[in-house]
């Protein structure tokens, strides 16, 4: 699972989604940090219930996971159409997924092969962790020296092709000096940030404190942090943000107790064609992941539970977007069509 630290960059060893020349070997992120285990993906149906499952999961995660999909498909000589729907349909929220599909399915268009596909997803993986890189400079740049930090899910390396958004930032602000305390919420019901962002984090020797969710409050009143650094889903042409659920509660928080909200995503997920966050899909998942916990059930039977899996963030209530074209502060319709818009560069 590591790799040497090739790029001279410090605190950043994992990489959950590898592909290995004729099948997609993924870390199962259901089963850390008590298990390290992997499951090889042979089909693009398999990388499909890989995302819908779980095995692979954060926003720009699973656009690589879908683009290596097609790769499988093309390998196989099967429907290629059939198998980017089936990826398709995997997750609604995470525009990343369909963007990556949209670019394969362009380069199908022009002709390309299995090869050129190859290429294309290499591609798609490599552009990924460049940003990721130039997205962590620029955010931990903003950060004055000895600051907290609360962030929220997982969007480290497991989430990406590697080192992160907000947790690139992270890595990045840790590693120059300006972050002195990280804490991570749990991220109920799925436990992102108990289970995979503190794990991601110990094992890159970056301190962390795991608070509950319900701590995140409390914890911005005591002045212990000054950012909260998410990362993102979809972010609408307005600016409103779609992310892990709590987010929402936590821009609230954060700006009733004058701490700083960054939003630090790639422009992969940036989605000029929603207009706001009320035309967002956002994924309801199977109520039973509030039912129980560890496959035991913890709550009476005949209880009703609603599992929405994302909320939106309204833009307003966003400090800073970071992404890898540059740092945006208030990002608002007129900020991101001028870096996102027809004609910007
Ligand atoms: O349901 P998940 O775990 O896929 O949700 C992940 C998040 O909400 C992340 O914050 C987002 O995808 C950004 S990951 C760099």
Not at 79 to 97: G, K, S
Not at 129 to 155: E, F
Not at 187 to 215: C, F, H, M, N, Y
Not at 330 to 335: H, L, S, T, V, Y
Request: aromatic share 4%; charged share 20%.
């Amino acid at each position: 699972m590591t790799e040497p630290q090739a790029s001279g960059t410090t605190h950043d060893s994992l990489r959950a989604v590898q592909w290995q020349g004729d099948r997609l070997h993924l870390l199962d992120q259901r089963r850390l940090p008590l298990e390290e285990a992997w499951i090889d993906c042979r089909e693009a149906g398999e990388v499909a219930k890989a995302i819908h499952d779980l095995v692979v999961r954060g926003a720009p995660a699973i656009g690589i996971a879908a683009a290596w999909g097609v790769v499988l498909a093309a390998q196989r000589d099967d429907d290629l159409e059939r198998a980017m729907a089936t990826l398709r349909a995997a997750r609604p929220t995470a525009v990343n997924l369909m963007w990556a599909l949209d670019r394969m399915r362009a380069c199908i268009h022009a002709g390309a092969d299995a090869a050129t596909l190859t290429r294309e997803a290499q591609a798609i993986q490599d552009e990924d962790l460049a940003a990721n890189r130039a997205m962590g400079a620029l955010g931990a740049a903003l950060i004055q020296p000895d600051s907290g930090v609360l962030t929220h899910c997982n969007t480290g390396s497991l989430a990406t092709s590697g080192f992160g958004t907000a947790l690139g930032v992270i890595r990045a602000g840790f590693a120059s000096g300006g972050i002195a305390r990280v804490y991570a919420d749990e991220t109920r019901p799925w436990l992102q940030g108990a289970r995979l962002t503190v794990w991601e984090l110990q094992r890159d020797k970056i301190p962390v404190t795991l608070i509950a969710d319900s701590a995140a409050s409390h914890l911005m009143s005591s002045g212990k942090v000054q950012w909260v650094i998410v990362g993102a889903d979809r972010i609408a042409a307005n600016g409103d943000t779609a992310n892990k659920i709590g987010t929402y509660q936590l821009a609230i928080a954060a700006r009733h107790h004058g701490v700083k909200f960054m939003v630090v995503a790639p422009s992969t997920t940036v989605d000029l064609a929603t207009p706001s966050g009320e035309a967002i899909d956002i994924e309801l998942r199977d109520p039973t992941e509030l039912l129980g916990y560890a496959g035991r059930r913890t709550v009476a039977e005949g209880v009703q539970a609603w599992n929405p899996v994302f909320d939106v963030t309204p833009h307003e209530l966003i400090d800073v977007l970071v992404t890898e074209r540059g740092v945006i502060t208030q990002p608002d319709g007129a900020a991101l069509r001028a870096v996102f818009g027809p004609g910007a560069h």
